[in-house]
């Protein structure tokens, strides 16, 4: 977690400890699951596995099919992981709460959108790594085509 972010946890816990009531309730859900995936994005994030020539290419197949099918969820939820206010009922509080959880889930760094967005360009540049394993165990062009994609 970066400063930044704990600087806005600690802004959270301070409105929820001012405000108490339905916002304080919120602020402590939010800390709840924001603990919660805190623990399951940090997890163990390196696994190895060996590649040969007979799984090369079925390992690129899934480790691209897996990169993209997580980039298009990741591409369609970020509208709905924003948190919108309504300008005519919400208070200052509100607004400011909204921020600081935007911020957390989608815009800093260590943003949980950040998170899973560096996630899926490791994947890829695994992805690239067994497209060059694949070259040198000797697989054709269109072999490689076919699991991998045009080259850019």
């Not at 290419?57 to 980039?71: E, V």
């Not at 300008?87 to 509100?94: L, P, R, T």
Request: glycine share 10%; charged share 20%; no cysteine.
């Amino acid at each position: 977690m970066t400063q930044e972010s704990a600087g806005a946890d600690a802004a959270l816990s301070a409105v929820a400890a001012v405000t108490g009531g339905a916002v304080g309730a919120a602020i402590s859900a939010f800390h709840s699951a924001s603990n919660f995936l805190d623990g399951l994005m940090s997890g163990p994030s390196t696994q190895s596995f060996h590649v040969n020539k007979d799984n090369v290419l079925k390992a690129g197949t899934i480790i691209q099919d897996q990169a993209k099918a997580l980039r298009r969820a990741l591409v369609s939820a970020q509208h709905d992981l924003r948190v919108y206010v309504d300008g005519n009922s919400a208070g200052e509080v509100s607004a400011n709460i909204a921020g600081l959880w935007n911020r957390r889930l989608t815009t800093d760094d260590d943003s949980y959108t950040g998170r899973i967005e560096k996630y899926v360009e490791s994947l890829e540049h695994l992805g690239l790594q067994l497209k060059e394993s694949a070259k040198q165990y000797g697989f054709t062009d269109e072999e490689i085509t076919t699991v991998f994609g045009k080259t850019k």
